[in-house]
């Protein structure tokens, strides 16, 4: 078992940043994928941005160039930095974290919200 707790959410203008964290509650060296998912009301949970403990990562086509996600083995934490945020990205932000035998495990959510 894991536990993860996302952190860094809040009230944003258009064009500003957020950094987003998920600490883990043992090694991430144990979770072979972690990843940050968003869903928006009324649609479907979508992944924003993943990392394997390799350091290989992928976006969303909607984020690339605005955000940047980041493992810190030190402090076992993912990090997202959300820069240029548009109104589109707000929702709630969700960490996922994916075991050799893939097993997932979900933080309960970070709400992001951009808006003037």
């Known amino acids: 078992q894991v536990q993860l707790v996302e952190s860094g959410g809040g009230l944003v203008q258009p064009g500003g940043s957020l950094r987003l964290s998920c600490a883990a509650s043992r090694s991430i060296d144990s979770l072979y994928y972690m990843g940050w998912y968003r869903q928006a009301p009324g649609k479907q949970r979508e992944l924003v941005a993943g990392v394997t403990s390799g350091g290989v990562t992928n976006y969303a086509d909607s984020v690339k160039g605005r955000f940047t996600i980041s493992r810190d083995k030190a402090e076992n934490m993912v990090i997202l930095q959300m820069n240029s945020l548009k109104p589109e990205d707000t929702a709630m932000y969700y960490c996922?974290?994916?075991?050799?035998?893939?097993?997932?495990?979900w933080g309960q959510g970070t709400q992001v919200t951009v808006s003037s």
């Open positions: 996922q974290g994916r075991t050799a035998s893939w097993d997932d495990y």
